[in-house]
Nanobody
Framework: QVQLVESGGGLVQAGGSLRLSCVAS????????MGWFRQAPGKEREFVAF????????YYGDSVKDRFTVSRVNAENTMFLQMNSLNPEDTAVYYC????????????????WGQGTQVTVSS
């Protein structure tokens, strides 16, 4: 079973940027489609971004489109989420996950999750 570890969260002012990382264990990372989700207190887990196993395809949630960029370096078993123009509504725990189903936007179709990293954006 793959293990995923996120890092890079923290406290940032509105308008600032953060870069999250997700490191995967094992030697098959390059064959996985991957995603980022986030969950704010009292809210459901929300789709943020998807990247195909080669990196050729990416999709974003409407609330982060044009501000966030997902990328990966398969040789380093690492996926990234560059977050720009952050606002307080982006405050949440961010999770990386491995897709096993067909719906890249649905948390139900992911079967391996990291522990999450907290992102807090102050106004």
């Amino acid at each position: 079973q793959v293990q995923l570890v996120e890092s890079g969260g923290g406290l940032v002012q509105a308008g600032g940027s953060l870069r999250l990382s997700c490191v995967a264990s094992g030697r098959t990372f390059s064959s996985y489609d991957m995603g980022w989700f986030r969950q704010a207190p009292g809210k459901e887990r929300e789709f943020v971004a998807f990247i195909s196993f080669t990196g050729a395809r990416t999709y974003y949630g409407d609330s982060v489109k044009d501000r966030f960029t997902v990328s990966r370096v398969n040789a380093e078993n690492t996926m990234f989420l560059q977050m720009n123009s952050l606002n307080p509504e982006d405050t949440a725990v961010y999770y990386c996950a491995r897709l096993r189903g067909r719906r890249h936007y649905s948390a139900d179709d992911y079967n391996a999750w990291g522990q999450g990293t907290q992102v807090t954006v102050s106004s």
